[in-house]
């Protein structure tokens, strides 16, 4: 009789899989732990999204590069995904300016290269490890026009306002014409559909400008101040 018993004999397919994902735990909880290091004193930051097609000459890269660094100037450190288009302009910007310019690097099969405008760097295999780090130090969400990872980002940031997952920072969408449709949507779908209530509508701001911008982060925190209350970091703790 053959002995057809594959290598590791005695262990099932199934059986060597669970391994691997049991050790993976170690390193979900390493690139945790890195973050919180490395991020934990870059306070008050904002995290800037948009596409990552976007060419050095759009006027959506340049405008984006105005507003980190007028965030950088008035003292925001700037967190981008750290790879090409939008997240460059905003490493870039805020790299001119005189506040950290932080990426937060993602493996993809497909390979992101990584910008060169960066004073701190940190590289994710799991895009779950590397969302906490956009939410969990960011005073303010700046979201330029982009494609399904703009839209993810939104989503989430909103989401978890919206249940009280995390506290309430300002989410503000650059270049009205680009985001029209969504918020004309919203309104006539989700809202007339009771999906959402009006209120949640106002999560949301529309600005342009990048004074405006800065102005309207400084705004929200006018009479509370940038670190979280004791009650907010009890909530960012449990994110």
């Known amino acids: 009789m053959n002995d057809k018993s594959p290598p590791h004999a005695g262990v099932t397919p199934d059986e060597s899989m669970l391994t691997r994902e049991s050790w993976k735990i170690f390193q979900i909880m390493a690139e945790f732990v890195e973050g919180f290091e490395r991020l934990a004193e870059i306070r008050p930051s904002v995290s800037i999204f948009g596409s990552a097609r976007t060419d050095p000459e759009h006027p959506y890269y340049t405008l984006t590069e105005e507003i980190a660094y007028a965030l950088s100037q008035a003292g925001f450190s700037v967190v981008s995904g750290g790879g090409p288009g ?63 990872g703009t839209l993810d980002e939104l989503a989430e940031i909103l989401t978890l306002i919206q249940t ?76």
């Open 86 to 148: 939008i997240m460059e302009a905003a490493n870039k910007g805020a790299f001119r300016g005189k506040s950290p310019s932080i990426g937060l690097n993602i493996q993809l099969p497909h390979e992101q290269t990584g910008n060169e405008y960066q004073d701190i760097r940190l590289t994710f295999r799991h895009f779950f490890s590397r969302k906490v780090m956009f939410v969990k130090y960011a005073a303010a969400y700046v979201v330029m026009p982009g494609g399904f």
């Open 164 to 239: 009280g997952k995390t506290r309430r920072i300002p989410i503000i969408l650059v270049h009205g014409p680009f985001w029209r449709g969504l918020i004309e949507w919203i309104h006539t779908t989700l809202i007339d559909e009771k999906m959402i209530n009006p209120e949640d509508l106002e999560l949301l701001q529309i600005i342009d400008e990048p004074e405006k911008v800065v102005e309207a982060i400084f705004s929200h925190y006018e009479h509370k101040g940038f670190e979280p209350s004791a009650e907010e970091r009890e909530i960012l703790l449990d994110l």
